[in-house]
């Protein structure tokens, strides 16, 4: 199962790899940029623009499902504390009751 699943992955990354330098070969064309606020153009190939545009998307949801994942991390460790100091409380009380038992056998 590991080997397939590998295969998969390894079969996905070459595919990507292919259509991106299919895309790269396929638009070459320059293309000019203006940034508002600045006075600024700047030129590359068209592939250039849209592969720094989709790696910034990436960028930015990565950010997002980082901190999404931070929370609900976060809250995992407040249950994991939560769940710990019940297994304590209830061993104590399990010690109470076995303790109060014995003495109840002695009598």
Known sequence: MRLLT???YFS???????????FVVVNNTPASLHLWPFS???????????????????????????????????????????LAKLTATLEEAAKKSDDALMLERTD
Do not use: P
Request: hydrophobic residues 60%; glycine residues 8%; charged residues 15%.
């Open 6 to 8: 590998r295969l998969v």
């Open 12 to 22: 996905i990354i070459l595919l990507s790899c292919g259509l991106i330098a299919a």
């Open 40 to 82: 600024t153009y700047i030129t590359a190939e068209i592939w250039v623009f849209i592969l720094i545009a989709f790696a910034s998307g990436m960028l930015v949801g990565g950010i997002f499902i980082w901190a999404k994942l931070l929370s609900l991390r976060t809250r995992l460790w407040s249950r994991d504390r939560q």
